[in-house]
């Protein structure tokens, strides 16, 4: 399984009325993290543009078990799951002094850019997630 980890800590601008993390925030480090490992393994925004495909999201799920504050350092964790034709399912843990204290799925669609029709992930993309493709 390969796994992207990142820090975060968490700033001013991501606490709501509550007091705490703001829920769309955590949908944003999700989506960032996915488009950061990505990068990290050679398929960058250049790489999608020359190959005519990009991804767009399908679903997000998302759990919170525990509420992160102002000021807290966090570890999100992201990794492919599975991949099947045209279809990736990434997970993503967040956790806060080594307690897990939110997990999400996302479902990514790889379309083509002109047309926005679903297509074949490429091996080469997908081997570089998935180790037993």
Known sequence: MNVFS????V???DIDFNGHVNNLKYLEWMINSA???SRTEGF?????KNSGATWV???HFIEYKKPAFEGDELILKTWIESIK???AVRRYEIYKNNDLIASG??????VDIDSMRPKRIPKELSGKFISDE
């Open 6 to 9: 990142k820090k975060i800590t």
């Open 11 to 13: 700033s001013p601008d």
């Open 44 to 48: 960058d925004e250049e790489y999608y």
């Open 35 to 37: 488009m950061e490992h």
């Open 85 to 87: 034709h045209v279809i």
């Open 105 to 110: 799925k996302s479902e990514w669609v790889y």
């Open 57 to 59: 999201a399908k679903s």
